[in-house]
C-alpha cells in the first residue's frame, strides 16, 4: 500500500496526453481525483469515467485506455471480484484500486492479484496520484519489455540451430533446446534430459572432459570453442565445440552452467583431411629428388625444398625472400625474365611444361624439365608451384646414344660398301670358274655328230657358294677303241 510522498520533479511522459479510465460511481471522489489530476499533470491527462461495472467494461472494450483506477465496491460488483473482472477485461492495460477501505490485508491480495498499486482515498494527493500512475505505466512498459525480451529469447531458443543447454554443476541437464536433442540424435528434449543423467559418464567420449570443462568455469568463469567427441543415441561418436559461461546467485554460489553446442564433425574431417593432405605434401616436399619453388605473383620465393637447392647448387637461405632470377646466372636477361613471369602470372599463361639448358649464378649448367601449377590457396591468394626435374644425365646419355647410333650407321655403311666390292669380285670368280669348266665334251666315234655320240656326258655343278674349290675335265685317253 503506498504512502504519501511530495513528488518535486514529475517523471516526464511522452507528449500526447494519459488516456486514464476512473471506474467510481461517488461523484464526490470523482470530482476530488480530477482535481488533484489537474493540479499535478497541467493538462497532461485525459479522464473517462465508467460508473458501474458494465459501463467500465464497454470502455475497455474500446482499447483507448492507458492505465484504470477502480473502486471495489460498484452498483453491479463488489470487492476483490471486482478487480478480478477489470484485469481480465484490461489484458495488458496496468490496474491500480482506488478504495476506500484501508486494510492491509485486501491491499496485499490485491497486489497479489495484479495490481499495480493500492490507493487509500482518504490518503490521495496530487503527488501521490501522479506518481501512481506514472509508476504503473512504467512497470507496465517494464514488463512488456521483459515479456517481448522473454518471447524473443524463448524464440531464439527454440528456434536456434546451435544446440543451447544449463546444466548442474553435478552434470544433470536442467534445460535445453529442440536443437541440442537433433545433434545429440534425440527426438525431444524431454528424452534427451532423461536419458543422460550423467554428462561426464553418458555423453562424452572421454569422460575426463567434463572434469576439465568443470576445472575451467572454476578458474575462469567462461569457456570458449571448448572441442571435444561425445556419443550420439545411436552409438555414433561426433565432435562438437562449446561456448560457456558460469551463472552465480547473489551469494556467489554457482547455480548452473548455460552455453551453446556447436557440431563440428564436418570441420574437424575437413581438418583431418587437410592435414593429411599438409603431412604428404611435406613428406613429397622433403623427400623429393625433384626440385620444388613456391612464387608468388611477384616472382619472389616463399619457400624451396633442398633438392632444389641441389640442383642449381645455391642454399635455401640465399633464394628464399628473393626473385627467382637471383638463381640464375647473370648472362641471362633476368630483368625481362621477371617481367614475363609477372606477366604471364596475371593472365594465368605460365608454361605447364617445358625443358631448359641453364647456367646458375652458382656455375652449375644444368638440363631441366620444368612443370608448373597454380596454387589457390584459402585466403583469395595464388601461389606458383614449380617442379624442377634434373635431367642433365638423361639428356648425356641421349647424346652418347645418338653418337653411338650414327658411328653405327656410319660402319654399316661402310660395311655394305665393302659387301658390296666382295660380291662384285665373288661374281668374276664364278664367271672365271665357270669358264675354266669343260664347254665341249668328246663324241665317239671321232667326227660324230654330238647327238649322233655313243657316249653322252651330262654334268652338274654345284658349289656352296659363289665359287667352289674342285674342278674336272674330261679328255679322250686314244684316238680309238682298243679293241
Known amino acids: 500500500?503506498?504512502?504519501?510522498?511530495?513528488?518535486?520533479?514529475?517523471?516526464?511522459?511522452?507528449?500526447?496526453?494519459?488516456?486514464?479510465?476512473?471506474?467510481?460511481?461517488?461523484?464526490?471522489?470523482?470530482?476530488?481525483?480530477?482535481?488533484?489530476?489537474?493540479?499535478?499533470?497541467?493538462?497532461?491527462?485525459?479522464?473517462?469515467?465508467?460508473?458501474?461495472?458494465?459501463?467500465?467494461?464497454?470502455?475497455?472494450g474500446r482499447g483507448q485506455t492507458d492505465v484504470v483506477l477502480t473502486d471495489l465496491n460498484l452498483p453491479d460488483s463488489t470487492g476483490l471480484d471486482t478487480f478480478r473482472t477489470i484485469h481480465s477485461a484490461a489484458h495488458e492495460v496496468p490496474v491500480i484500486?482506488?478504495?476506500?477501505?484501508?486494510?492491509?490485508?485486501?491491499?496485499?491480495?490485491?497486489?497479489?492479484?495484479?495490481?499495480?498499486?493500492?490507493?487509500?482515498?482518504?490518503?490521495?494527493?496530487?503527488?501521490?496520484?501522479?506518481?501512481?500512475?506514472?509508476?504503473?505505466?512504467?512497470?507496465?512498459?517494464?514488463?512488456?519489455?521483459m515479456q517481448?525480451?522473454?518471447?524473443?529469447?524463448?524464440?531464439?531458443?527454440?528456434?536456434?540451430?546451435?544446440?543451447?543447454?544449463?546444466?548442474?554443476?553435478e552434470g544433470r541437464y536442467l534445460n535445453v533446446n529442440p536443437a541440442l536433442a537433433r545433434i545429440y540424435g534425440y527426438g525431444s528434449t524431454e528424452e534427451l534430459m532423461s536419458r543422460i543423467s550423467d554428462i561426464a559418464r553418458l555423453l562424452y567420449v572421454d569422460p575426463n572432459r567434463r572434469a576439465e570443462f568443470i576445472r575451467l568455469m572454476q578458474e575462469q568463469e567462461v569457456v570458449k570453442d571448448f572441442e571435444s567427441q561425445?556419443?550420439?543415441?545411436?552409438?555414433?561418436?561426433?565432435?562438437?565445440?562449446?561456448?560457456?559461461?558460469?551463472?552465480?546467485?547473489?551469494?556467489?554460489?554457482?547455480?548452473?552452467?548455460?552455453?551453446?553446442?556447436?557440431?563440428?564433425?564436418?570441420?574437424?574431417?575437413?581438418?583431418?583431411?587437410?592435414?593429411?593432405?599438409?603431412?604428404?605434401?611435406?613428406?613429397?616436399?622433403?623427400?623429393?629428388?625433384?626440385?620444388?619453388?613456391?612464387?608468388?605473383?611477384?616472382?619472389?620465393?616463399?619457400?624451396?625444398?633442398?633438392?632444389?637447392?641441389?640442383?642449381?647448387?645455391?642454399?635455401?637461405?640465399?633464394?628464399?625472400?628473393?626473385?627467382?632470377?637471383?638463381?640464375?646466372?647473370?648472362?641471362?636477361?633476368?630483368?625481362?625474365?621477371?617481367?614475363?613471369?609477372?606477366?604471364?602470372?596475371?593472365?594465368?599463361?605460365?608454361d605447364s611444361q617445358l625443358e631448359r639448358h641453364v647456367t646458375f649464378r652458382s656455375g652449375k649448367t644444368v638440363d631441366f624439365e620444368l612443370s608448373n601449377s597454380f596454387i589457390e590457396m584459402e585466403e583469395g591468394r595464388s601461389l606458383l608451384l614449380s617442379v624442377f626435374r634434373d635431367i642433365t644425365l638423361r639428356r648425356q646419355a641421349e647424346e652418347r646414344e645418338h653418337r653411338m647410333n650414327a658411328e653405327l650407321a656410319r660402319s654399316q655403311a661402310e660395311l655394305r660398301k665393302k659387301n658390296q666390292i666382295m660380291e662384285e669380285d665373288l661374281k668374276m670368280a664364278r664367271e672365271i670358274q665357270l669358264a675354266m669348266l669343260p664347254q665341249q665334251y668328246p663324241v665317239f666315234p671321232l667326227g660324230a655328230?654330238?647327238?649322233?655320240?655313243l657316249l653322252q656326258f651330262r654334268h652338274r655343278y654345284h658349289p656352296t657358294g659363289q665359287v667352289g674349290g674342285d674342278f674336272f675335265n674330261v679328255l679322250p685317253l686314244a684316238a680309238r677303241s682298243s679293241t
Open 97 to 145: 484500486v482506488l478504495s476506500g477501505i484501508d486494510d492491509e490485508t485486501t491491499a496485499v491480495n490485491a497486489v497479489h492479484a495484479g495490481a499495480e498499486d493500492y490507493l487509500v482515498k482518504d490518503r490521495l494527493t496530487a503527488p501521490l496520484a501522479l506518481r501512481a500512475i506514472i509508476y504503473a505505466m512504467e512497470r507496465n512498459e517494464a514488463k512488456k519489455a
Open 1 to 60: 500500500m503506498s504512502e504519501p510522498v511530495a513528488v518535486q520533479h514529475p517523471i516526464q511522459m511522452e507528449i500526447r496526453k494519459i488516456r486514464i479510465l476512473l471506474i467510481e460511481d461517488d461523484a464526490m471522489d470523482v470530482g476530488l481525483l480530477r482535481n488533484s489530476l489537474e493540479k499535478s499533470g497541467g493538462g497532461r491527462f485525459e479522464l473517462e469515467v465508467a460508473e458501474s461495472m458494465a459501463e467500465a467494461l464497454a470502455c475497455l
Open 148 to 169: 517481448t525480451a522473454q518471447e524473443k529469447y524463448r524464440s531464439i531458443f527454440e528456434n536456434s540451430v546451435s544446440g543451447i543447454f544449463q546444466t548442474s554443476p
Open 230 to 350: 561425445i556419443h550420439r543415441k545411436d552409438g555414433s561418436v561426433i565432435w562438437i565445440s562449446e561456448n560457456a559461461r558460469t551463472v552465480r546467485n547473489a551469494d556467489g554460489k554457482i547455480e548452473y552452467y548455460e552455453g551453446m553446442v556447436e557440431d563440428i564433425t564436418a570441420r574437424k574431417e575437413a581438418e583431418e583431411k587437410l592435414r593429411f593432405s599438409e603431412t604428404r605434401f611435406r613428406s613429397v616436399w622433403q623427400s623429393s629428388n625433384d626440385g620444388m619453388r613456391l612464387t608468388d605473383a611477384q616472382g619472389i620465393v616463399l619457400a624451396v625444398n633442398r633438392s632444389y637447392g641441389n640442383i642449381v647448387g645455391l642454399p635455401g637461405e640465399q633464394l628464399v625472400g628473393h626473385p627467382f632470377t637471383a638463381a640464375y646466372a647473370e648472362s641471362e636477361d633476368l630483368a625481362e625474365m621477371l617481367r614475363t613471369y609477372q606477366r604471364h602470372f596475371a593472365d594465368r599463361r605460365i
Open 449 to 453: 655328230a654330238p647327238e649322233q655320240s
